[in-house]
Every structure is written in structure tokens, then in C-alpha cells.
């Protein structure tokens, strides 16, 4: 049967069926899942800080991207608060310098954080291939990517009500970040199923989409399949983060 013959979800399915992508959501990585449980190193935790960095920078110009495509001046006037949000405006720092903030909390140094020099080349292609896809898809496609925020307050809420047990050596001015994302998330939540619930209705398009948000996903996988590798040595003899392959037998 052809995708165009096949009768398009309703608003409340096609939602179900984003809602259900949760599965691949980054929450259960085993990077992830060794900070949820307290069985981080210090310096483990530095590292994710360090290159999530980059992801936090990166935000507001994969969304300046989006605004850039879209005519629609309803939706920048809606979609220019992700921005703000993350730079900051008037008297208000931003999540970026929240992040910062977070980083200090964890033992870095600002300068350490600011040059990206941990920045892992994963992480960097990871995160260079996301702001290159809002730059060169359809804006309502890009913006349907964003919808991972679905799932976001719930990792966030594990941080903060699990880490200061795990790692009360972290400042606790560091959980400001996570304490602000779990209002604007789910304000930015709203905003994007709107379009996408909106824009998308025939059954072609909203498997599109399927796919979009998954490729999100796999790239935030991605990110920490990178930092597993290099941080946390796999426990095969003759291996580690970085071993020359000619080193294994």
C-alpha cells in the first residue's frame, strides 16, 4: 500500500506516538544511568559537563537557524523566547551561563569550559550535524526535532532530586540550570506540538517526523556513546578511551 493511501493519525495518536519515542531517549544510556545511580567520578562528571557545553552553545543558533527559514511571524515571535532563554537578556544570564555555572559547581574552571578545549570530536560532529540539519531542513521539520523536550523534565528531576545525595561535593548553586528547564521545557513543549500536530497531517509527513525526532534522539545517544568511550575504559584487556586498535589481540 502506498504511504499517500494510508489514512493520516489524529492530533491525539499522532502526540501517543511521539510521547512514545521516550524509549530512545538519552535517560537510559549507560553514561546516563551511571549518574543517575551515584557511580560517576568526579572527573566523569567534569567531562559531561565539559562537552554538553557544547550542546548548551549551540542551542540558540540551531534555533536563530529555525527563525531564519520560517516567514511566519506568529511562531518567531513564540520561538525567540529559546533564545533569550539560553543567552540571556535585560538582567537575566541564561542557561548558557547557568551551565557555566554548573561547571564551576563541578570543579572546572570557566576558562576550562569556554574554550571547548574537552570538547570531544563526537560530541562536536554530533552536535555541528543538528544546527547544520536546522539550517538546511524546513523550519517546521526543525522545529519538530525539538520535541526531545518532551522527555526532558523527567531526566532533569532525577538530577535534582538524586545528585545532591549522590555528589554533595557539587555546589549547590551548580542545579540552577536543571531547576529552570523544568518550566521552560514544558512551555517550549506546547509550542512545538503545536506546530507539528499542525503542520503535519498526512500519515507521509507524520512518519517523517517519526524519524526526525528519532534521528534527534540517536544524535544525543550519540554524544554519549563519545564520552563513555573516552571516560569510562571498557572492560576488555589491552583496551581503553583511545587505544590504538593494533593494541588489541
Not at 6 to 23: D, G, I, N
Request: hydrophobic share 40%.
Amino acid at each position: 500500500m502506498n504511504m499517500n493511501d494510508l489514512k493520516p493519525w489524529t492530533p491525539e495518536e499522532f502526540e501517543a506516538k511521539l510521547r512514545a519515542k521516550s524509549v530512545s531517549y538519552h535517560i537510559y544510556h549507560p553514561f546516563q544511568a551511571m549518574m543517575h545511580e551515584g557511580k560517576c567520578t568526579r572527573e566523569q562528571l567534569q567531562a559531561w559537563v565539559a562537552n554538553r557545553y557544547y550542546y548548551q552553545i549551540s542551542i540558540p543558533v540551531k534555533d536563530a537557524a529555525i527563525m531564519a527559514n520560517c516567514p511566519d511571524r506568529e511562531v518567531r515571535r513564540h520561538w525567540v523566547q529559546r533564545i533569550l532563554d539560553h543567552d540571556g537578556y535585560g538582567g537575566e544570564a541564561g542557561g548558557i551561563e547557568a551551565w557555566i555555572r554548573l561547571g564551576e559547581a563541578v570543579g572546572l574552571r570557566r576558562e576550562q569550559i569556554v574554550s571547548q578545549e574537552l570538547v570531544l570530536p563526537g560530541v562536536r560532529f554530533a552536535v555541528d550535524a543538528y544546527v547544520n540539519f536546522a539550517r538546511h531542513s524546513p523550519w517546521q521539520e526543525a522545529a519538530a526535532s525539538s520535541l526531545t523536550e518532551l522527555f526532558a523534565p523527567t531526566i532533569h528531576k532525577s538530577r535534582l532530586d538524586h545528585w545532591p545525595t549522590h555528589y554533595p561535593w557539587i555546589e549547590p548553586e551548580g542545579y540552577d540550570y536543571f531547576q529552570r528547564r523544568l518550566t521552560e521545557a514544558p512551555r517550549d513543549v506546547v509550542n512545538g506540538l503545536r506546530i507539528t500536530l499542525g503542520y503535519f497531517n498526512t500519515r507521509e509527513a507524520q512518519e517523517k517526523v517519526l524519524g526526525i525526532l528519532q534521528f534527534k534522539l540517536d544524535l544525543l545517544w550519540s554524544m554519549l556513546d563519545a564520552m563513555l568511550l573516552a571516560y569510562c575504559p571498557v572492560q576488555i584487556e589491552g583496551w581503553g578511551p583511545y587505544t590504538q586498535m593494533t593494541k588489541v589481540s
